[in-house]
């Protein structure tokens, strides 16, 4: 037990455990949205994000009410259904130094959603986007949504016949530098999965299995706490090294991957039963497929590419964030603009 006269623990920024609460959930009790949620507010946390350099963002469902539960200090803006990396889009380019967390939800990304999402992937906005994925629209009632698989059963017995979208398969066909599938009811892989998302540069895609245990967690549900367990196939285990710890950091030679972020963070991929290579994107797809033949649920780092500039960087954006730029240096001088006005002419 901790002794009550401690100061609390403090992190790298100087902040507390407390300072990454938002508001007391209004979830239902179990729903797997509020175990992600306190899984972001242990990552950003430890690795010493301050929340007031970050920003909030989500659409519309169950999934998209979580920002409010984490990091009441941020910024944030809930936007409309499936509309929120348009929104992201925009406050990154008015503050590129603020570090984006977008929450969406399956039916928000993978439905009314789809058009933004893929253009948000290939234009690379430098942003964390989690999907919490439970196969259903939980604020309507529980209606299949478009990742649900094929085959799996409502509790009214109605049987999903269309075959499910595969996010992670999308983003990495579509250029995402860091793609990852994880599981609300694993902290230890998803916590480290989460601080390499802080690292990199660019979207990092993180689709997190999240039952909902009103609609969606009964017998013939794949998406339920006991059918993600029992069919759950790790590909390797995840740890994180910050940047600010020494290059010395303990990780057993030879039986550990190390991957190297922007920031100098390193991901340690712990090699299971065969060897995987995430930044070879064929093989990526591959296993991801070969999982869903045998039914199984695949988790892991499945891609990781470092090389990819994000699209502040294609627009050359000034390092400065336009937002705090003088009037003067945002538009060209009056006799600048005269001179490429008659040149129109
Ligand atoms: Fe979570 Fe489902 Fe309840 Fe929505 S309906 S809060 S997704 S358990």
Not at 325 to 343: F, Q, S, W
Request: aromatic share 8%; with cysteine.
């Amino acid at each position: 037990m901790s002794n009550p006269n401690e100061a609390p623990k403090s992190n790298r920024v100087g902040l507390t455990f407390q300072d990454y609460r938002g508001k007391e959930s209004t979830l239902c009790t179990g729903c797997g949205h509020d175990a992600i949620t306190s899984h972001i507010i242990r990552a950003f946390f430890e690795y010493g994000v301050d929340p007031r350099r970050v920003i909030k963002l989500s659409g519309i469902g169950c999934s998209s009410k979580t920002p409010t539960y984490f990091m009441a200090r941020s910024f944030g803006f809930n936007a409309v259904h499936g509309r929120m990396p348009s929104v992201a889009t925009g406050a990154l380019l008015a503050n590129h130094h603020l570090k984006a967390v977008g929450i969406s939800g399956d039916g928000d990304t993978a439905s009314i959603g789809m058009g933004q999402f893929v253009h948000a992937l290939r234009r690379n906005i430098p942003m964390i986007y989690i999907m919490e994925n439970n196969g259903v629209y939980g604020l309507t009632k529980g209606q299949f949504s478009a990742t649900a698989d094929a085959g799996s059963k409502l509790k009214t017995g109605v049987v999903n016949e269309l075959p499910a979208i595969d996010c992670c398969v999308l983003a990495i066909e579509l250029g995402c530098g860091y793609v990852a599938r994880s599981f609300a009811g694993d902290p230890k892989q998803l916590v480290p999965l989460l601080k390499g998302a802080l690292s990199h540069k660019g979207m990092a895609f993180l689709d997190v299995l999240s039952p909902c245990v009103t609609f969606n967690n009964h017998e013939g549900s794949s998406k339920s706490y006991k059918h993600l367990k029992d069919t759950e196939e790790l590909l390797h285990e995840v740890g994180f090294v910050p940047f600010y710890e020494p290059i010395s950091a303990d990780y057993p030679e030879g039986s550990v991957q190390v991957i190297e972020l922007h920031d100098g963070s390193r991901l340690t991929l712990g090699k299971l039963e065969r060897e995987y290579n995430p930044t070879d994107k064929m093989e990526a797809l591959r296993r991801i497929q070969e999982a869903r033949d045998r039914d199984e649920f695949l988790t892991g780092l499945f891609y990781v590419d470092t090389r990819q500039p994000d699209f502040t960087e294609r627009l050359n954006v000034v390092d400065e964030p336009l937002a705090t730029l003088a009037p003067e240096r945002t538009r060209p001088a009056r006799d600048v603009l005269r001179k490429i006005m008659d040149g129109l002419k």
